[in-house]
């Protein structure tokens, strides 16, 4: 098996985490790993709880997985919220100088590594709080065993800028945690095979955003929105390297509007936003399907609705995907499965957006789209296929013997010729009223539902050429299995990995994944499905939004909808545990579990609180007065370790009862206690 480690590092916004960690996971793949990285932040600038995790491996991974090998924790709340989290085998890095490491909290096996920062940071001089972070990089490099060396050079190369003195500093903390860890600690054992091949370390949004230029986009609007806003931050960054006009509009409403403007006017045109976002984009979506004119959308989707969870992730806008603009009209939806899928199949959104003569949207979400992850060089072309449809320059001589050019001509592929406007002899209506051949509205005076009814065909016959083009889903993993999985989107990395333990466990299993959601392969769908023993969809959504979309147009009702919705993405194990439930014939139990109440014990701390408490030991209740059982969570001070009283959370409901203060009986006999 490959080698591979998955660090975990704590800290509140403002601390400079992402920067750290941004270090780390160029180091790994300047050293020839692959990595992924996963974030769980807050929609703050300071302060909050920021969680981000990264997985190092020998062999390519497109998830987090399950694991936390090393826990580098910025504040006192990092320890306190992750430290139980830590497998034997693994070590817990903090700054000894401010933080302190209640031992009840460390699992066996684990190593604690307290660094002086202070102390062996003395001879550098006056160093600002958040180089705490350098120090302990330093540390975690000795125990995963990296060369230091390659580290110091991306430090060097990250404040180059800012000049030699501020290299030196930065570089002489990491030597000093280095140091101080190889003397102090023993290193964790993994054994890397370096291979030292230079990976980039990218985001889906930045490939999408690649994908594009590629791909021959000229034109990018938007609206700053999360977790869409980098695509519109590189793109603007690029735009005259790339030759890509980029347009920050007032709202969403103009920003669709833009692009179709450009795609109207001839050029390959972008736009992106989130779920919110895209609500306003809606109609004009249909616009572009009624006028026929090419534009690609993305939706980098997060938890909704409304506001919902900024940034958190989530699978949730499927039906609004469906249901965008009012009556049927040609469009393409298309999910992205990783970071190489968004860049071609961005390449292949422009394609089938000027072949076809319609809106593409492209359907991505928060994990794929900010989280970052290796991708080998060579799987980036540096040339794509542009196929950029029927055009018309100037009109045959027997055109005028049939009425000029006529830019929806009733074409037996639904697809007409089109003409840049401003063509000499090709002046035409474009409105968004049904129209003739030549754009002619047919609705002012009196509606022609002759006219209507073959428009609306001529339409909507696109996509069966659509459908021809788009390769269907196929089975992956072993073909005699009990357990067929299937998803879509980002979903696919996480899926096969619970499939190889399920099918490792003894429980075989195969996975069937959808990219192309409209037009759909539904007859394909079925003659795979159908001869399935046992189907599960999962998905990042509270409804089973794609397993309703799956039995329309197929036909086909699965056995079971594993969903997941509350802000976080799916990991193999949770999939595993659910899934081997399901078999067992175990009913879902949506009670509120042990870990879940200490974060809901967290939020309350914090409102109520102000930080100043920790949640130490928990039981469960028989609820009494309260008419549900109860988690009982006793809450101690941070400084002192005495008790703040014991709150008390409902684990049907999750309803917080409120704190009971050190001495009041609570009303709920306990009848089980656990760490």
């Known amino acids: 098996m490959a080698t591979e480690i998955t660090v975990g590092m704590a800290g509140a916004a403002g601390d400079g985490l992402d920067r750290t960690g941004d270090t780390l996971a160029r180091t790994a793949a300047r050293l020839g790993l692959h990595l992924f990285t996963y974030n769980s932040y807050q929609s703050l600038i300071r302060g909050g709880h920021t969680w981000l995790r990264l997985r190092l491996s020998e062999e390519k991974v497109d998830n987090h997985g399950d694991h936390l090998n090393v826990l580098v924790a910025l504040n006192q709340d990092g320890i306190e919220r992750h430290a139980r989290e830590v497998e034997a085998g693994g070590a817990i890095i903090f700054n000894g100088s401010k933080l302190h490491c209640d031992p009840s909290l460390v699992p066996e096996g684990v190593a604690l590594v ?75 054992g993994q054994r890397w095979k370096f291979s030292r091949k230079r990976r980039p370390v990218v985001t889906g949004n930045q490939m999408i955003a690649l994908g594009a230029v590629a791909g021959g986009c000229k034109f990018y609007s938007a609206y700053p929105m999360s977790p869409a806003s980098f695509i519109l931050h590189w793109l603007a960054a690029h735009s005259e390297q790339c030759g890509v006009l980029v347009k920050q509009a007032e709202d969403e409403l103009a920003v669709v509007n833009l692009a179709i403007g450009a795609g109207h006017a001839g050029v390959r045109a972008m736009c992106a936003t989130s779920g919110g976002g895209f609500a306003l984009m809606t109609e004009a979506i249909g616009m572009a399907g009624m006028i026929e004119t090419p534009v690609v959308v993305v939706n980098v989707q997060r938890g909704g609705p409304s506001t919902g969870i900024p940034t958190k992730t989530e699978q949730g806008d499927l039906n609004q995907a469906f249901g965008a603009s009012q009556g049927d009209y040609p469009r393409v939806i298309v999910a992205v499965k990783d970071a190489l899928d968004c ?35 060579e799987a980036i072309p540096s040339k794509v296929p542009i196929e950029r449809g029927e055009w018309v320059t100037e009109l045959a001589p027997e ?108 429980l075989k299993t195969n996975q069937l994944h959808f990219k192309y959601i409209h037009p759909f392969h539904g007859a394909e769908a079925k003659a795979i499905l159908k001869g399935c023993k046992r189907t599960i969809v999962v998905e990042n959504n509270f409804t089973g939004q794609f397993a309703r979309h799956l039995r329309a147009e197929s036909g086909f009702s699965v056995d079971h909808v594993l969903t997941r919705y509350d802000g976080e993405p799916f990991e193999p194990a949770y999939i595993v545990r659910r899934v081997k439930d399901f078999v067992a ?91």
């Open 114 to 188: 307290a660094l002086p920062v202070t102390e062996i940071t003395a001879k550098l001089g006056k160093l600002p709080p958040v180089m705490q972070n350098t120090a302990a990089l330093g540390a975690l490099l000795h125990l995963m065993g990296f060369d230091v060396e390659v580290a110091a050079e991306i430090l060097s190369e990250t404040f180059k800028k800012k000049g030699q003195e501020v290299i030196d500093q930065n570089v002489g903390v990491l030597r000093a945690g280095h140091e101080y860890a190889a003397a102090h600690a023993q290193p964790l």
């Open 343 to 377: 860049f071609h199949a961005t390449v292949e959104a422009f394609n089938l957006a000027e072949t076809f003569q319609l809106p593409v949207i492209l359907i991505s979400d928060l994990l794929l789209g900010e989280h970052r992850s290796t991708v080998d060089p």
């Open 399 to 506: 055109a005028s013997l049939n009425g000029g050019y006529k830019r929806y001509a009733l074409t037996p592929s639904g697809v007409s010729p089109r003409a840049r406007p401003g063509r000499a002899g090709m002046i035409y209506v474009s409105g968004t009223d049904d129209h003739d051949e030549k754009g002619i509205l047919i609705s002012d005076e009196h509606t022609n539902p002759a006219i209507r009814r073959k428009m609306h065909e001529k339409r909507m016959r696109k996509m069966d050429g659509v459908r021809a083009r788009l390769k269907p889903p196929v089975l992956e993993g072993p073909a005699a299995a009990e357990v067929t999985l299937i998803g879509w989107g980002s979903t696919w990395s996480v899926i096969q990995e619970a499939a190889d333990q399920l099918t490792r466990s003894g």
């Open 585 to 675: 014939g175990k009913p879902a139990d949506l009670r509120v579990e042990d870990h879940e109440a200490r974060e809901m014990a967290y939020h309350y701390i914090r409102i109520h609180l102000q930080e100043r408490a920790r949640p130490a030991r928990l039981q469960r209740a028989n609820g009494g007065k309260y008419g549900e059982p109860v988690w009982e969570v006793e809450l101690v001070n941070r400084a002192d370790g005495r008790a703040e009283g014991t709150l008390v959370i409902g684990m049907d409901t999750g309803s917080m009862y409120g704190l009971q203060l050190p001495g009041v009986e609570t009303g709920a006999r306990a009848v089980a206690a656990q760490r």
